[in-house]
């Protein structure tokens, strides 16, 4: 039985971060761990906040008999309160505990979301670049990913969204901060793009949700913050992690928050709670429940990021090369000297140097990096950065 073409191409395009975290650990046994400088996995590497272990160790010593069963497939209801609460405070509109549900990571968020709200054909649209799962998790439940160009400094382009929709648009997805661009959409193009959707929506009575994927939300630079997004617009799916804000990647928790006035607020929360079961997820992990309940107004320090992306700033830009300086994530999408981002990518090993290029996330022609990674092995790799792009430049 052949594997599925949607999971074949997803293999392709995924296949560049897992090769360059392949040859990174050639290189580095040839080289050495320090003259190797992988900025390729967006795997957060600051500990999770002493209010972790604290809420942790606790929970563990206060455990109770019935703490590791199933519950409710949508998650405890008092840590659904405390979500409820927290996602009130960031996108500015009053949700209740009945409108969230516990899920694993927002990547089962988003597959829960798309295996209730898509029919086979069904199209999401994304503005490029993008984080290359997206196309699989919507392709998982029969629906097809449909992408949109940027304004040329990475922002969203509503005008663009607007040609794009059409009968078959479920759902527009958006990621702010952004993996792989680091930007943060300004409210006023969310409340731009919120009147496209209200205008298409009035036009063929087809309400279009908007879902917006943001567990970057707290990773912000320079006073930043992300703006809310469900109280302008109401039919807004929110979909969040503890993963990147809390370094809580591999505890695999998460929830999705339904806009209060969504138009079919209650089939939808039935939908996406049966979903959360029928996927196998059944319900979020019960520890990890228990602890972000305990967590949910915590904010760890995000000052290591943002000295990093000082550096990677400086350092890149000092080195010649040309990228928009992000707000946000931890990531920067640089400009190549060439359209082919494979091949400069590859260049860039000889330099002992591992990015991915931009094709990976559907844009052609940059590459990112991810500076969750020490902040030696940032300093060590900016004079080879400089090096490697006179020599490719010298060649060309
Ligand atoms: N969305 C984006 C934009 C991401 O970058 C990631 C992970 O890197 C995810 C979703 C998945 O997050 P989680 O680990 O919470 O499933």
């Known amino acids: 039985m052949p594997i599925a073409d949607a999971i074949k191409k997803s293999i392709s395009s995924s296949s560049w971060i897992r090769r360059m975290f392949e040859e990174g650990m050639k290189l580095k046994q040839q080289y050495g761990a320090d003259k190797v400088f992988d900025f390729s996995i967006g795997n957060p590497d600051l500990e999770p906040p002493p209010e972790f272990h604290a809420a942790f160790l606790s929970l563990a010593q206060e455990d109770a008999p019935g703490s590791h069963g199933y519950m409710p497939n949508a998650g405890y209801p008092a840590v659904r309160k405390a979500m409820a609460e927290k996602v009130s405070r960031e996108h500015g509109v009053a949700f209740s505990a009945d409108q969230v549900i516990m899920c694993v990571g927002a990547a089962g968020g988003l597959n829960v979301v798309f295996k209730t709200i898509l029919n086979p054909g069904d199209e999401v649209l994304c503005a490029r670049p993008y984080f290359v799962e997206y196309g699989s998790y919507v392709a998982n439940h029969g629906g097809l990913l449909k992408t949109v160009d940027p304004a040329p400094d990475f922002n969203l382009d509503p005008a663009a969204f607007a040609a794009a929709l059409g009968p078959k648009t479920a759902a527009v997805l958006i990621n702010s901060p952004n993996n792989p661009t680091g930007r943060i959409y300004p409210e006023a193009t969310i409340k731009e793009l919120a009147a496209v959707l209200d205008a298409f929506g009035k036009k063929t009575g087809r309400r279009i949700y908007l879902i917006v994927d943001e567990p970057y939300r707290d990773i ?5 913050s992300t703006p809310p997004i469900a109280c302008h617009y109401p039919d807004s799916i929110v979909v969040n992690s503890f993963s990147k804000s809390l370094s809580l990647a591999g505890e695999r928790i998460g929830y999705i928050a339904v806009g209060p006035s969504c138009h079919d607020a209650a089939e939808l929360m039935a939908g996406l709670i049966m979903c959360n079961r029928v996927l196998g997820y059944v319900n979020a992990p019960a520890l990890m429940q228990r602890v972000v309940e305990r967590l949910a107004t915590v904010k760890m320090d995000m000052g290591r990021y943002e000295a990093r992306r000082n550096m990677v700033v400086e350092g890149m830009r000092e080195a010649g090369f040309e990228f928009v300086d992000p707000q946000g994530a931890f990531y920067l999408f640089c400009k190549c000297p060439i359209q082919d981002d494979q091949a400069f990518v590859l260049f860039l090993k000889n330099y002992n ?14 590459f990112r990096m991810s500076y969750a990674v020490p902040e030696s092995s940032i300093r060590s790799a900016m004079p080879e950065f400089k090096r490697a792009l006179a020599d490719f430049r010298s060649r060309v």
Request: hydrophobic letters at 35%; zero cysteines; aromatic letters at 22%.
């Open 353 to 366: 140097i591992l990015a991915v290029p931009g094709s990976g996330f559907g844009y052609p022609g940059y």
């Open 220 to 224: 912000v630079y320079g006073g930043a």
